[in-house]
Nanobody
Framework: QVQLVESGGGLAQPGGSLRLSCTPS????????IGWFRQAPGKEREAVSC????????YYLDSVKGRFTISRDNAKNTVYLQMNDLKPEDPAVYYC????????????????????WGQGTQVTVSS
């Protein structure tokens, strides 16, 4: 059974940083694309970032470019989302997601759903 476990959410001040982690169990990230999504109350879920473990290509939502960095550590089977310069528009529940087969980054971000989702981790930005 595949499970994605997120951690690292919490409270940060505006301009502060948090690092989210996503570690799957029962699944190896080596050959798949994995992404971070977020959903704020009353808003639709949006793709924040994703990384292809095939060629390392990445995608970032325009509003997070230059502030967020996605990375992976295949030895730890973990994907990270480093979030710097957090802004009032960033608070949301953040989810990681992946699929049981490979998709390019371009296709991954267009998909309406994915095979595996984490339980979500809350990110709050407040002074």
């Amino acid at each position: 059974q595949v499970q994605l476990v997120e951690s690292g959410g919490g409270l940060a001040q505006p301009g502060g940083s948090l690092r989210l982690s996503c570690t799957p169990s029962g699944f190896t990230l080596d050959y798949y694309t994995i992404g971070w999504f977020r959903q704020a109350p009353g808003k639709e879920r949006e793709a924040v970032s994703c990384i292809s473990n095939n060629d390392g290509s990445t995608y970032y939502l325009d509003s997070v470019k230059g502030r967020f960095t996605i990375s992976r550590d295949n030895a730890k089977n973990t994907v990270y989302l480093q979030m710097n310069d957090l802004k009032p528009e960033d608070p949301a529940v953040y989810y990681c997601a992946t699929d049981s087969r490979f998709f390019t980054v371009d296709n991954f971000i267009k998909m309406r759903t994915h095979d595996y989702w984490g339980q979500g981790t809350q990110v709050t930005v407040s002074s």
